[in-house]
């Protein structure tokens, strides 16, 4: 850390500041919290969780669409910080509603849920392609890695304290009800957010942009389809986006599904968080390592040894039968899980105009965002028609293939400057 810059500094300290959303609301606690208050409202167990998966489909749709059109009104001087700034309140505002909406409000928080979601997804379009901006196309490897590795680090904090409250109060420990410290946790988590999230707000600046024109809405659309218009232009690096949905989906797919599919094992809910905490602190020095060995051995190199990792995954996936090889899986995860999304940010940034950053940043969006509905529906039916969980998750190993394959035709960007990458 002493030796980058003090804009490299406070973006990658944004990864360590919105890592306490991921964990703590996304995953492990809030989850649990409104199931809880659904149940407590009447709302059969099926239905609850048929309003989760509307509430975050129709959430992650919405910014997902808009990323795009948003993206590219923000590559105007002036727009992108705005726009990080406007998406970074409404996410922590929402946060912090969560916190003291009663808890039999079911309804109201799923609603204050969704908003969050749209704030998470929104400023993190804008937070990937400041990246541009706070660094060197040499250093974007190492600078993306530390990110995501402080993100793993960070994460670690207020999900142990968070935990620690609610464990605490059901012992009756501390004299608070679990509601209560349930509640407290989500306080923490905006506070944690909001006060890491400083440093990008005050150093981080928009070095790469467009000169404003007069209406930069309707000249943000009428560049879009020019975009679109030009795609053969851009075959590279969309190229990549198709190669990046298909293994993206399957390194979602895997962490979405983990603590079901350690469920299913017989892992108990205890031995389930103690590992996904573990898997968290191997991660960060894992994600340090692939950005040194990128700039070693190229990104695109590295690329493929993390999809290979995950081919073994899956392969070892199929013979799972214990608590000590679901351990052995987690940790081959955490070996390349950060590493694989921390190179594939740093390696789209050096292959989008720097100008236009923030609009292919929001097809970047969207193909991280689509990519989580195929995975989860091959491990399912292949689930269903096995009746074998294990065989579920090898049929992962499709996605890693195609998108190995795909992956191999896009050019080595560090051998190409960004002017013949355009104009392939």
Known sequence: ????????????????????????ITTAIFPLYFK?????????????????????????LLISLCAPILGSIADFKGFKKRFFTFFF?????????LAVVPSNQWLILLICYMFT???????????????????????????????????????????????????????????L????????????????????????????K???????????????FKQLFETFKKIKLYRPLFLFLIAYFFYIDGVNTIITMSTAYGSDLGIDSTNLLIILFATQVVAAPFAVLYGRLADKFKSKTMLLVGIFVYIVICTYAYFLK?????????????????????????????????ESSNEFFGFYSIFYKFAAILGPFLVGFTA????????????????????????????????ISKSNTISQ
Do not use: C
């Not at 850390?1 to 703590?24: C, G, H």
């Open 1 to 24: 850390m002493s030796r980058m810059s003090k804009q490299e500094k406070s973006w990658v300290f944004y990864d360590w500041a919105n890592s306490a959303y991921s964990i703590l």
């Open 36 to 60: 809880a208050a659904a149940k407590e409202a009447g709302l059969a167990a099926s239905t609850s969780t048929a309003y989760w998966g509307y509430a975050n489909s129709f959430a992650t």
């Open 89 to 97: 309140a409404l996410g922590i505002v929402f946060t912090l509603l």
């Open 117 to 175: 979601v749209i704030g998470f997804g929104g400023t993190n379009i804008f937070y990937d392609a400041f990246l541009v901006d706070v660094t060197t196309e040499e250093r974007m490897n190492k600078i993306s890695s530390r990110g995501y590795a402080m993100g793993y680090i960070g994460s670690t904090i207020p999900f142990i304290i968070g935990i620690a409250l609610i464990l605490l109060s059901d012992k009756s420990v501390i004299p």
């Open 177 to 204: 009800p679990v509601t209560v410290a349930s509640q407290a946790a989500f306080a923490i988590t905006a506070l944690w957010w909001g006060l890491f999230t400083i440093p990008m707000l005050k150093h981080v």
């Open 206 to 220: 928009q070095v790469y942009y467009k000169e404003r024109v007069a209406n930069p809405i309707s000249h943000g």
């Open 322 to 354: 214990t608590t000590l090889d679901f351990w052995i899986l987690a940790m081959l995860v955490a070996s390349s899980q950060g590493g694989i999304q921390a190179l594939s940010r740093s390696y789209f940034a050096k292959l989008v105009p720097k």
């Open 384 to 415: 269903q028609m096995t009746g074998n969980t294990n065989s579920g998750v090898f049929s992962l190993i499709v996605l890693f293939i195609l998108g190995g394959i795909i992956l191999l035709r896009v050019p080595e960007v560090e051998n």
